[in-house]
T-cell receptor, first 114, second 113 residues
Framework: AQSVTQLDSQVPVFEEAPVELRCNYS??????LFWYVQYPNQGLQLLLK??????LVKGINGFEAEFNKSQTSFHLRKPSVHISDTAEYFC????????????FGGGTRLMVKP | NAGVTQTPKFQVLKTGQSMTLQCAQD?????MSWYRQDPGMGLRLIHY???????DQGEVPNGYNVSRSTTEDFPLRLLSAAPSQTSVYFC????????????FGEGSWLTVV
């Protein structure tokens, strides 16, 4: 069975600074990888996903992530954050032979300070 | 399209009471699922369905029941609520192909006292 580890539970950062949210996974088969964002008291919104092809994936709101198969990582990056990026971010994995079942990491709370 | 709609948004239950969380989607998705979200644990799968009349257990199914009589609806029943079921519940849906985006509802905040 797969598992997902988000190494930082909270990441404080100043506005306009770059940020990286880390995600590592374990799986014995090939996977699809996702990042979701959750704003306070709201549902989850897809930021980006990796299915195949180029390992650098661009998403909404200026975020991007890079799939590294050898390190089993899928870190999320943004070169310059805004106050409005304050939210919880979830990395998720779906094994490609496991239907639509997602396994989530524990989440990383991004706190952007002025 | 309304997407994935969950009701109620907030609910307080007494221990031992039963209730149903409703979930409906208007995207003709075959796959529907329920997750619970607890601090530091991300979202964990409770039950899922790959089509009308077909349901299966996820990671944390105990204390919950589901049915899928139509493509659109996937209600989650708490049979006898316990304080450990205090959580935020999310319904999700998608087409069945593995790479398709899963769409989430806005969540139902449940407190069991």
């Amino acid at each position: 069975a797969q598992s997902v580890t988000q190494l930082d539970s909270q990441v404080p950062v100043f506005e306009e600074a770059p940020v990286e949210l880390r995600c590592n996974y374990s799986s014995s088969v090939s996977v699809y990888l996702f990042w979701y964002v959750q704003y306070p008291n709201q549902g989850l919104q897809l930021l980006l996903k990796y299915l195949s092809g180029s390992t650098l994936v661009k998403g909404i709101n200026g975020f991007e992530a890079e799939f590294n198969k050898s390190q089993t990582s899928f870190h999320l990056r943004k070169p310059s954050v805004h106050i409005s990026d304050t939210a919880e971010y979830f990395c998720a994995v779906r094994e490609n032979n496991a239907g639509n079942m997602l396994t989530f990491g524990g989440g990383t709370r991004l706190m952007v300070k002025p | 399209n309304a997407g994935v709609t969950q009701t109620p948004k907030f609910q307080v239950l007494k221990t031992g009471q039963s209730m149903t969380l409703q979930c409906a989607q208007d995207m003709n998705h075959e796959y529907m699922s329920w997750y619970r979200q607890d601090p530091g644990m991300g979202l964990r799968l409770i039950h899922y369905s790959v089509g009308a009349g077909i349901t299966d257990q996820g990671e944390v199914p105990n204390g919950y029941n589901v049915s899928r009589s139509t493509t659109e609806d996937f209600p989650l029943r708490l049979l006898s609520a316990a304080p450990s079921q205090t959580s935020v519940y999310f319904c999700a849906s998608s087409y069945t192909t593995g790479g398709n985006t899963i769409y989430f509802g806005e969540g139902s905040w449940l407190t069991v006292v």
